[in-house]
Each structure stands twice: as structure tokens, then as C-alpha cells.
């Protein structure tokens, strides 16, 4: 496993990640999960992201109770706040109020006493920015956040943010986190200029877009049984991404892979880590074979030329935009 800072902070995170979207307490069993945990750890992987709303808590408990037995300085964990977690209409967003409550009670489920990185889920147009940026800076003084990031925020949102930290004297934030691969490449154009501005690390996720960079789909196919886009819970996810004209562009990538010597889903997280300002990827897996195989990647080497090849095939499908 390779390393980098998040950021400009000091805590190294592993360039690969794990983390546990639609895998941890619903579509993947308890032991799997947590057998997917024990073999990241065991490869080097030492950054875990979770969320209090992945299944309203539950993924957090198998996340915590997973890494329980490791040393606690020997791992970063990261989790999440913004979605409903009740029917309240303090139950959600960014407010001081559930800000301060959920991370009482995701430090509970997760069964630790501090987070090291406290994400906003997503951006919280009805509460002062500057409430919620100073509800994250009091977790800090307390002790229960080391860390504060973003997640899905726009280049203007962490402008503003930036403008008032500065103003207030507040600790800053160090990370976002946005769906980044090679069909959705939206943060290149404002969001990655402006967070390497400031140095904000970038923690992307999604980076071989829900299954699709592994080549298992094909065009003019039928989805293949057992896969995600063959899962009700979950292919609403993943069928925008079904159409010909993308899939056609992926076998090309999968062509790429195979004449270097790597696989697909390797070659797309090799080249979101391509990126300077990107700290982590971050895989989900519902095998513990997914993790050894796209572990794999931070050793895989993009020369000058098959980047360009890539850029190549990626503009053939420029402007595709699917639904997350």
C-alpha cells in the first residue's frame, strides 16, 4: 500500500479506501463485511469511510465492531452527517443541533471515542454556513473530531467556507469527498482547481462507477445474474450507465488494461489516483477477492501515452452524465 497526505493536514491516509455504502448491513452479510474489513487492513488499507445514514446506523455498527480489535492510532475512520436519520424535522442537515446529536450518536454505534475525519454529507442550503462550520470546529476543541471535511460540496460552497474560516479564525476544512472516474469527471473542471487552492484533499468516490469499469457489462447484452445492476435494492444506481454507447467506450478502456498487464477496475482507480489532488479512492466490496484485486492498483504505472489513449476513448462519450 502506498500513502498520502489528505490534504495539507498531517495524517496520511492509504490511496485505496474502503468503504461501505450499499454493502455494510444490507446487501452484504455481517461476517462477509467484516471479513472484507480484516483483509483491507491486512493489505495496508488504513482509511475506512462510513456514514450515519448507510442503512440509518447500521453500517456504521459493523464498521466499528470490525476494526475494534485493531490498535485505534493504526487506522483513520471517517463517517457522515446531512440525511434524515429520524421523521424530526431537526433530524437532519447541518444544523448545530443534529450536527452535535449525530455525532454523540455515531461515536455510540461506532463504539469510539473520536472520528477522525467528520464529513458534511452534503451541502445544507437552510442552515448559516457559519453555524455549521462552527459546530465542526467545537467537535474539534472537544476532542471527539480531529478532522473536519466536505462531501459533494461546490467550488463557491468551499470558497465561502474558506472565507469564513479564515475570518473566524476556524480549524480548516481538509478533505471532500465527490463521485470522481472516468465517465464523471465534473470536479476537474472548478471543484479540484479550487480545493487544491486551498489544500483540500480530494477522497473520491465511486471510482470504477458502481461495477461498470470492471468490463462484466456488455453492449447488446442482458445485465449478468449476481450482479449490482441486477440487484432491485440497488440498480437504480448503476442504469444510467447501460447504455451501448458507454459500454462500447469501456471495452475499449478494458483493451487499454489488458495491454498493459492490469485489469479494468485497476486501471480506473490507478487513473483517478493520477491526480495529484486526489488522497484516496475508495472501493466498496461485497468479496474479500474485490479487495485484493483493486488493492492492486496503486502499483499500476499510467505512461504518457496510454493516458492519452484513454483521453481519447473518454471523449467519445464527453457530456454523459448518468444518475448517482
Not at 470504477?208 to 457489462?217: F, H, M, V
Not at 440487484?231 to 495491454?259: C, F, G, M, P
Not at 472501493?283 to 496503486?298: M, P, Y
Amino acid at each position: 500500500m502506498k500513502y498520502r497526505n489528505l490534504g495539507v493536514s498531517g495524517v496520511k491516509v492509504s490511496e485505496v479506501s474502503l468503504g461501505s455504502w450499499l454493502t455494510y448491513g444490507t446487501a452484504t452479510e455481517r461476517e462477509t463485511a467484516m471479513a472484507c474489513i480484516d483483509k483491507a487492513y491486512e493489505l495496508g488499507i488504513n482509511f475506512f469511510d462510513t456514514a450515519n445514514a448507510y442503512n440509518q446506523g447500521e453500517a456504521e455498527k459493523v464498521v466499528g465492531e470490525a476494526l475494534r480489535k485493531y490498535p485505534r492510532h493504526s487506522y483513520v475512520l471517517a463517517t457522515k452527517v446531512y440525511f434524515p436519520m429520524g421523521e424530526g424535522p431537526n433530524d437532519r442537515g447541518l444544523s448545530r443541533k443534529h450536527i452535535i446529536e449525530q455525532c454523540e450518536a455515531s461515536l455510540k454505534r461506532l463504539g469510539l471515542d473520536y472520528i477522525d475525519l467528520y464529513q458534511c454529507h452534503r451541502y445544507d442550503e437552510s442552515t448559516p454556513l457559519e453555524e455549521t462550520l462552527w459546530a465542526l470546529d467545537d467537535l474539534i476543541t472537544q476532542g471527539k473530531v480531529l478532522y473536519a471535511g466536505v462531501s459533494e460540496w461546490s467550488a463557491a460552497q468551499i470558497t465561502n467556507a474558506k472565507a469564513i474560516e479564515a475570518k473566524r479564525n476556524l480549524r480548516p476544512l481538509v478533505s471532500n469527498q465527490p463521485i470522481y472516474n472516468m465517465l464523471v469527471r465534473y470536479i476537474e473542471k472548478e471543484v479540484l482547481p479550487t480545493c487544491e487552492s486551498f489544500g483540500i484533499g480530494q477522497i473520491v468516490f465511486s471510482p470504477i462507477a458502481q461495477g461498470i469499469l470492471t468490463g462484466k457489462y456488455k453492449p447488446g447484452q442482458g445485465v449478468p445474474e449476481g450482479t449490482r445492476a441486477a440487484n432491485r435494492e440497488t440498480n437504480h444506481w448503476i442504469t444510467s450507465y447501460l447504455r451501448d454507447d458507454v459500454l462500447t467506450s469501456v471495452q475499449k478502456l478494458e483493451n487499454i488494461a489488458e495491454s498493459i498487464g492490469t485489469s479494468l477496475s485497476q486501471l480506473a482507480i490507478a487513473w483517478t489516483l493520477r491526480q495529484p489532488g486526489v488522497s484516496s479512492a475508495i472501493i466498496g466490496a461485497s468479496r474479500v477477492s474485490q479487495v485484493e484485486e483493486n488493492v492492486k492498483a496503486v502499483d499500476v504505472v499510467l505512461s504518457d501515452d496510454v493516458l492519452a489513449e484513454i483521453e481519447t476513448i473518454l471523449q467519445e462519450i464527453d457530456g454523459f452524465v448518468p444518475i448517482w
